[in-house]
C-alpha cells in the first residue's frame, strides 16, 4: 500500500525552519543521512509545495556535479532527479525539473488516485503549508519527525491551523548521537 | 549536587494545557514506571501560582494515590511575586517564594536532598529555563496532535540548545525525553 509520508526536520518546540526560514539550526550526522536515505529509497515520489519546489529546482538538477558535492548530495540528488514530481500549486505556471506535474486542485482525489496505482511510497520532506493543508486534509499516512536538541524560540511551526485532535501511533523511535530523536508516527 | 527539574505532558505539537482531554489509554505499566521514578526522585516541590491555585483545591483532599500522598506531604514552594499567603488543606507542606528565585533555589540547592522538581506549571518551567535555573528538563510527548490550548513555549524564548541526556518510549506510544540546557 503506497502512503504519502511527511519528512521534517523540528526543534523542540515545533518550529521546522526560523523566522526567516534559516534551517542552520538542523542537525544532520552520517547516521542521520544514511537514515533518511533509507527512506528516501522506500519512495519513487515526491511532493512539494511551491516555494519548497521552487528552491529544489534550482539546486538539484546539478548538485551531484558540483565539484564539492558530499556523498548525500549525490545520493539525493539522483533519488530526487528521478523521482516523480508533483508540485501542488495554483499559481506556478510551469515546472521545469525533468519529471514534474504541477497539481492545481482535487488533491484529494488525486493522491487517492496515486496510492490505487503500483508503486513505492509518495514523500514529502519540507513544504511546510503544504504539509499542513495535507494534514488537515487527513493526508498524511506517516509522520517522520527529526527533533533537535534546541528550542529555537520563534520560527515557522510544523503544527498550525489543526481543528481536531490527531491521534497518532508511535511505530518506532530512535535517537542519534547528535541528540536528535527520530519519531516515527503512523496515523492512529 | 540537587538538580531543579521540570517534567511535563506534552502533546506532539506542544500543548500542555488539560492533558486529560487528550491523554485516552496513555498510562500503562511503562508510564506508571516512569511516574513513579519521577516521584522518587523530587523530595522538594515548586509550584507556579496557577498550578498552585487549581491544585491546593483539589490534592489536599484526594484520595488519587500514590499521587496524593507524594504531593501533599511533600514539601512545595509556591513561586510568585502578588501572593501573600499559600494554604494546602490542613497540611503545613507549603510554602512561598516572593523574592529573588535565584537565591531561594540556590540556598535550596545547597541543602542536602533529592532533586527540586516543578509539577505543573508551564509559566514556571519556561521562566527557570530561561533564566539559566534549570538543571533537567524531561518532555513526556504524546502521540497526538491536540490543535488547541496553552503551549509549553509560547513562541517568544530565546534560542536554548539543548543535550539529549535520556530517551525511552512507553508501549503506548509516549515519548520520554530529558535535556539538560547545553
Redesign the interface.
Known amino acids: 500500500m503506497r502512503n504519502v509520508i511527511l519528512l521534517m526536520h523540528m526543534s523542540?518546540?515545533?518550529f521546522v525552519a526560523g523566522p526567516d526560514g534559516e534551517m542552520d539550526?538542523i542537525q544532520l550526522d552520517e547516521q542521520l543521512f544514511d537514515d533518511v536515505a533509507a527512506l528516501t529509497n522506500t519512495a519513487d515520489t515526491a511532493l512539494f509545495g511551491r516555494v519548497t519546489y521552487q528552491m529544489m529546482e534550482g539546486y538539484w538538477p546539478t548538485a551531484a556535479q558540483s565539484p564539492t558535492a558530499s556523498k548525500h548530495d549525490i545520493e539525493h540528488a539522483h533519488w530526487v532527479n528521478s523521482a516523480s514530481k508533483l508540485v501542488f500549486s495554483r499559481t506556478l505556471e510551469q515546472a521545469t525539473w525533468a519529471n514534474s506535474r504541477i497539481v492545481r486542485d482535487n488533491i484529494p482525489e488525486e493522491i487517492a488516485r496515486l496510492k490505487q496505482q503500483p508503486g513505492k511510497h509518495l514523500l514529502m520532506i519540507g513544504s511546510t503549508r503544504t504539509a499542513q493543508a495535507f494534514?488537515q486534509l487527513g493526508l498524511i499516512d506517516e509522520y517522520r519527525?527529526n527533533?533537535n536538541?534546541?528550542?529555537?524560540?520563534?520560527g515557522i511551526?510544523?503544527?498550525a491551523g489543526?481543528?481536531?485532535?490527531?491521534?497518532?501511533?508511535?511505530v518506532q523511535?530512535k535517537?542519534y548521537g547528535s541528540?536528535?530523536?527520530g519519531?516515527h508516527?503512523r496515523k492512529? | 549536587m540537587r538538580k531543579v527539574t521540570s517534567g511535563h505532558f506534552i502533546s506532539l505539537d506542544g500543548v500542555t494545557e488539560a492533558p486529560y482531554e487528550w491523554q485516552f489509554d496513555i498510562f500503562d505499566d511503562d508510564m506508571m514506571a516512569a511516574m513513579t521514578d519521577h516521584i522518587n526522585a523530587v523530595d522538594t516541590i515548586l509550584l507556579g501560582r496557577v498550578t498552585y491555585q487549581d491544585w491546593a483545591a483539589y490534592w489536599p483532599t484526594s484520595t488519587d494515590e500514590p499521587y496524593a500522598s507524594h504531593i501533599n506531604t511533600t514539601p512545595k514552594y509556591v513561586v510568585s511575586t502578588t501572593l501573600d499567603t499559600v494554604e494546602w488543606g490542613t497540611y503545613q507542606t507549603i510554602n512561598l517564594i516572593k523574592g529573588n528565585l535565584a537565591d531561594a533555589l540556590g540556598r535550596l540547592k545547597q541543602q542536602p536532598g533529592k532533586n527540586i522538581g516543578t509539577a505543573g506549571s508551564p509559566t514556571l518551567a519556561r521562566r527557570l529555563l530561561q533564566a539559566g535555573l534549570l538543571d533537567e528538563l524531561t518532555l513526556m510527548i504524546h502521540p497526538v496532535v491536540v490543535g488547541k490550548g496553552r503551549r509549553l513555549f509560547e513562541g517568544d524564548e530565546a534560542l536554548q540548545r539543548m543535550k539529549l541526556v535520556a530517551s525511552t518510549i512507553t508501549k503506548s506510544g509516549v515519548a520520554i525525553l530529558t535535556y539538560r540546557p547545553a
Open positions: 523542540l518546540d515545533g539550526w494534514m519527525l527533533v536538541p534546541v528550542v529555537l524560540g520563534r511551526p510544523l503544527f489543526m481543528q481536531d485532535t490527531l491521534k497518532l501511533q508511535l523511535s535517537a541528540g536528535v530523536v519519531l508516527y492512529g
